[in-house]
């Protein structure tokens, strides 16, 4: 796959910078690594600024010289998002290595190319899980970093307006929708719900919606989207088609995420969990008018519950 990069040139106020965070070390390879660590925070902040993405410099632990003597971090936080890390990566380098000190509370790694002469950096791409090490042709493109910026703040908008009453599905035939929950074409690509969804999706008075779903611990940082699909049936009752997918970019599913369809009294009628290649995982069951229930998504020790009524 060919990767979206972003060149930037690493002027002399960048240099500038690196340089008085590397007088402030005390080990020579330690001192080399922040500087590259800082130019490679720098080409970030200056794409990130570039697009209208708004950053917060004051909290980042990448420009604390104290913290830099012990730590192998080049932090970033995007206002209202959380936390990206900043990698350099070498000319002749072909993976780029994540520090385990980096591991927790990122939303993203960025894999920045700095050139052999130091004159520019290229962002080559980003990806959303820590790992020790990634290659970089396995790299997301940078294209899709203001999307993931966007999805990921959305999700976080939703947390604090959720209901204990459960989302109102009957409402969705009128086109509204709770706190968080939004037409599925905003999210996903018709190519990329099943072919069961798609047939449905020509029914008449049929409705559907989807949500992003964020899954995080401070070792997790995973997020899916939440797609439902109904179509009315006899006495009220309603047909419901719950799939689960892969954000934007991703080919497949967080491996060992589990999904489960509970009744109202918390017990699951329905489960399953992905291996390393499911781009879906899909239940399709009847219920009626007034049953609540709920689907729950699990990683590891990542838990969300989403609660329904019909």
């Not at 008449?204 to 949500?211: F, I, L, M, T, V």
């Amino acid at each position: 796959m060919e990767l979206t990069t972003f060149t930037v040139p690493l002027s002399f106020e960048a240099h500038s910078l690196a340089q008085q965070m590397r007088l402030q070390q005390f080990d020579q390879q330690r001192a080399k690594q922040v500087y590259l660590n800082q130019l490679a925070v720098y080409a970030v902040e200056f794409y990130l600024k570039c697009l209208g993405i708004e950053v917060d410099t004051a909290p980042i632990n990448s420009r604390n010289p104290i913290y830099l003597q012990f730590m192998d971090v080049g932090n970033l936080w995007i206002k209202d998002f959380g936390q990206v890390e900043c990698r350099p990566v070498l000319p002749e380098e072909t993976v780029c290595y994540i520090p385990p000190e980096t591991w927790s509370n990122r939303l993203a790694y960025i894999a920045v190319r700095v050139s052999q002469s130091l004159r520019q950096a290229t962002l080559l791409g980003f990806t959303d899980t820590a790992t020790a090490e990634f290659f970089l042709d396995q790299l997301q493109p940078m294209e899709n970093l203001p999307v993931y910026v966007e999805q990921i703040r959305h999700a976080a908008s939703v947390v604090t307006q959720a209901t204990s009453a459960g989302v109102n599905l009957r409402q969705w035939f009128d086109n509204l929708f709770e706190a968080g929950w939004q037409e599925l074409e905003t999210l996903l690509r018709p190519e990329a719900l099943t072919p069961a969804f798609r047939v449905r999706s020509t029914v008449e008075h049929s409705a559907q919606g989807g949500k992003v779903i964020r899954l995080t611990t401070q070792v997790i940082q995973q997020s899916v989207i939440l797609a439902m699909k109904l179509n009315p049936q006899s006495e009220g009752n309603i047909n419901i088609l719950v799939e689960v997918h892969p954000m934007s970019g991703q080919s497949y599913l967080p491996e060992s995420l589990q999904m489960k369809v509970i009744d109202q009294h918390g017990t699951s009628v329905m489960q399953a969990t992905a291996g390393d290649i499911n781009q879906n995982i899909q239940f399709d069951f009847n219920a009626e008018a007034g049953e609540q229930f709920g689907v729950e998504l699990i990683l590891g020790d990542a838990n969300v519950i989403e609660e329904f009524v019909v």
